[in-house]
């Protein structure tokens, strides 16, 4: 079992960055396939980004792309999503997900275990 806890959330203006970590604990982050989910107020939990366990293959959706890097630093048990050019409609609060079993998925039921969250806010 492994548990995850996010950070680095807050508030930034339009056009700005931030950059979340993940930590994980219990259990080698090597063995997972990692994940970053986001919700906002009044909708559903959507899949951001994912990462293989040996980061050789990345996964984004079409909204974030080419803006969002996901990584992970499986020594040091973290997974990172450094978000660019960020606008207000990425809002929400970000959740740190992993699965021990098969690939890279966007269904929220395909992960096992999930952190907090951390509250992203952007403002226009």
């Known amino acids: 079992q492994v548990q995850l806890v996010e950070s680095g959330g807050g508030l930034v203006q339009a056009g700005g960055s931030l950059r979340l970590s993940c930590a994980a604990s219990g259990r080698t982050l090597r063995s997972y396939v990692m994940a970053w989910f986001r919700q906002a107020p009044g909708k559903e939990r959507e899949f951001v980004s994912g990462?293989?366990?040996?980061?050789?293959?990345?996964y984004y959706t079409d909204s974030v792309k080419g803006r969002f890097t996901i990584s992970r630093d499986n020594a040091k048990n973290m997974v990172y999503l450094q978000m660019n050019s960020l606008k207000p409609e990425d809002t929400a609060k970000y959740y740190c997900?992993?699965?021990?079993?098969?690939?890279?998925?966007?269904?929220?039921?395909?992960?096992?275990?999930w952190g907090q969250g951390t509250q992203v806010t952007v403002s226009s």
């Open positions: 990462i293989s366990r040996s980061a050789d293959r990345t």
């Open positions: 997900a992993a699965d021990l079993d098969g690939s890279v998925r966007n269904m929220e039921r395909a992960y096992d275990y």
